[in-house]
């Protein structure tokens, strides 16, 4: 029985065949570098003005720096995890 498959199928492809996926590139890494850092300082701001409307702005703003660390490295997972 013959295979009426599309020889670009990817489950036709030999094992001698070069993987046409993405790589993660320098540029990807400055990306997601980028990504983590633009998160973070939201978050840092968001903290140190809930900490400026209620007095307490060093330690909302060291809050809001923590939970943006944490935050930005669950965005960048998120955003790279196909890579």
């Given at each position: 029985?013959?295979?009426?498959?599309?020889?670009?199928?990817?489950?036709?492809?030999?094992?001698?065949?070069?993987?046409?996926?993405?790589?993660?590139t320098a540029r990807d890494a400055a990306g997601a570098g980028m990504l983590l850092l633009?998160?973070?300082?939201?978050?840092?701001?968001?903290?140190?003005?809930?900490?400026?409307?209620?007095?307490?702005?060093?330690?909302?703003?060291?809050?809001?720096?923590?939970?943006?660390?944490?935050?930005?490295?669950?965005?960048?997972?998120?955003?790279?995890?196909?890579?």
């Amino acid at each position: 029985m013959p295979d009426n498959r599309s020889p670009d199928m990817p489950d036709n492809r030999s094992p001698d065949m070069p993987d046409n996926r993405s790589r993660f590139t320098a540029r990807d890494a400055a990306g997601a570098g980028m990504l983590l850092l633009s998160v973070n300082i939201v978050c840092a701001a968001i903290g140190a003005g809930l900490g400026a409307i209620v007095g307490a702005l060093v330690p909302l703003l060291l809050v809001g720096f923590f939970i943006g660390f944490g935050a930005g490295i669950a965005v960048v997972i998120r955003r790279f995890s196909a890579l």
